[in-house]
Nanobody, 123 residues
Framework: QVQLVESGGGLVQAGGSLKLSCAASGRTFSSYAMGWFRQAPGKEREFVGFINQSGGNTYYEDSVKGRFTISRDNAKNTVYLQMISLKPEDTAVYYC????????????????WGQGTQVTVSS
């Protein structure tokens, strides 16, 4: 069982930066791959990025490549989403999620989810 709690969301102007954190409970955090997803109002939840168990491999959705960076600190049971050059279209609730095994962009591949944190980018 893993419990995930996101933090770090807020209101930022276009072009600004935010760093989201996702703190995990439990001693098995390092055995889970982690994903970040987002859901904008009226839209389906979508994949943002992925990091594997060791942190050595990351993958990103095309629209955030070069602007978003995922990292993790297994000693702190935390995964991060650094966002720069934010755009109004990045406005969404951001979720972290944990899964066993390998890379996936599919929502139903992820076993544990946080409650989400709101990111609002003003123009």
């Amino acid at each position: 069982q893993v419990q995930l709690v996101e933090s770090g969301g807020g209101l930022v102007q276009a072009g600004g930066s935010l760093k989201l954190s996702c703190a995990a409970s439990g001693r098995t955090f390092s055995s889970y791959a982690m994903g970040w997803f987002r859901q904008a109002p009226g839209k389906e939840r979508e994949f943002v990025g992925f990091i594997n168990q060791s942190g050595g491999n990351t993958y990103y959705e095309d629209s955030v490549k070069g602007r978003f960076t995922i990292s993790r600190d297994n000693a702190k049971n935390t995964v991060y989403l650094q966002m720069i050059s934010l755009k109004p279209e990045d406005t969404a609730v951001y979720y972290c999620a944990a899964k066993d095994g390998y890379y996936s962009t599919r929502i139903n591949a992820y076993k544990y989810w946080g409650q989400g944190t709101q990111v609002t980018v003003s123009s």
